[in-house]
């Protein structure tokens, strides 16, 4: 059990979910899960064999077989039963998700209705699932095109989002009519098996969501090697993306990538100071930037430069690092020791290439896995936090010059997923948007996450999109009739 009591124990499963049962590994192997903020041992949960991940793939094609014939109207009225006990529950999720996370508490909280909402928004569009009728070719003929799911799909998940990330997911996948086995982070896996109890007693079908957890790469490879397997959903790096894009050639699935981002956040010299800077807060240190959204690059006119760092220093001086049990505070730790490590590789490499430090304490000087929030100017973009994402509460001012010179340092990334600009002209706000090469740009506005809108990036950050009727849209295949007449 965890340290921190739940008021409805069963939440805390130390079994994998598989077609309506909660297992353990076929020869009883378990992975640690541990409390980022301490390193103490929450839990275990089970290394499943190969021959359990195929037990998962065969529940999920009968699961498939039952869901698909039910009515949109009968899916979406469980799935907002699920939503339901998830609401009635959202204290324990949320320190189940402190717990193996870290993140405050507060945030976790607003992950739970985040996550809510895509299942009610999802459960919503189920009724939606419109085909079309086309005039037809010849007389007497018709042309009729019907939705359908594409059958039995895969959600691989990260740490940083433990519910939101399945949610996004599986609330598209069920609307659509689609079985589903997912594969939490290794970190995070508790949250992901909360949800799934929360499924069971809301009614969803044995077999219809199923959990695994287990070694990465093998789950990985078993699910993509079943021709079963029609569709995967990733939300991880890059590199992980790539391969598993590469592993579903094989059996040609679909698939939609949510990888990494590099996102620019751009500051025109006409940008109100005081809304770049509550916008910079929010994109840059929610999760104690453990986004792939996060602010990465902030682009800084000269003009506007030191009246910019001047108030964001101020608006991080009101940021208060704790345990994420600790009501008063809003950044917590990193994932791990790792994630620790990046950002003191980025802040030195800054520094060496010139930077200049402006606020906060030097990441060299991090405790256990906590980062104080530090911001640094005058950096130069050939640096490696111009390159990589930093996932950590490091804030990077580079200055310019001209919009030019903005828009070519903002698509100087092989990476596309978000941008965010501030700018009060509007001749300005048209050229940039049209301009920057990312699928989601953020305008005057620091938090856009939406389940109505598309989320996703294009270049290196991923195809399709998540969220909005284009997310169901994944989870279907086009059906064209063609009725010959008399
Ligand atoms: P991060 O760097 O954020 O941990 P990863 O891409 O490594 O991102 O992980 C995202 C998800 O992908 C996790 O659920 C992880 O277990 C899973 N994963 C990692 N490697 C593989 C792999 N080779 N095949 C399938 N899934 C993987």
Known sequence: MPAVTLKAPRLFREACYVGGQWITADNGATIDVDNPATGDIIGRVPSLSQADIQQAIDSAQAGFNEWRQMTAQERADLMLRWLDLMQEHKEDIATLMTLEQGKPLAESRGEVDYAGAFIRWFAEEARRNYGETIPAAKRGQHIVVTRNPVGVTVAITPWNFPAAMITRKAGAALAAGCSMIIKPAEATPFTAL?????????????????????????????????????????????????????????????????LGGNAPFIVFDDADVDKAVEGAIASKFRNTGQTCVCANRFLVQRGIHDAFVEALSKAMSELVVGDGFDEKANQSCLINKAA?????????????????HVWGESPNDAKGNYVQPVLITDVSHDSTVCKEETFGPLAAVIPFDTEEEAIALANDTPYGLASYFYARDIHRIWRVADALETGIVSINEGAFSNPAAPFGGVKASGLGREGSRHGMEEYTELKYLCMGGE
């Open 194 to 258: 909360a949800l799934a109890q929360l499924a069971e007693e809301a009614g969803i079908p044995a077999g219809v969501l199923n959990v695994v957890t287990g070694d990465a790469p093998m789950i990985g490879e078993t699910l993509t090697a079943s021709p079963v397997v029609r569709k995967l959903s990733f939300t991880g790096s890059t590199a992980v993306g790539r391969k598993l894009m590469a592993q579903c050639a094989q059996n040609i699935q679909k698939v939609s990538l949510e």
């Open 340 to 356: 620790v490590e990046k950002v003191q590789t980025h802040y030195k490499d800054a520094l060496d290439k010139g930077a200049r």
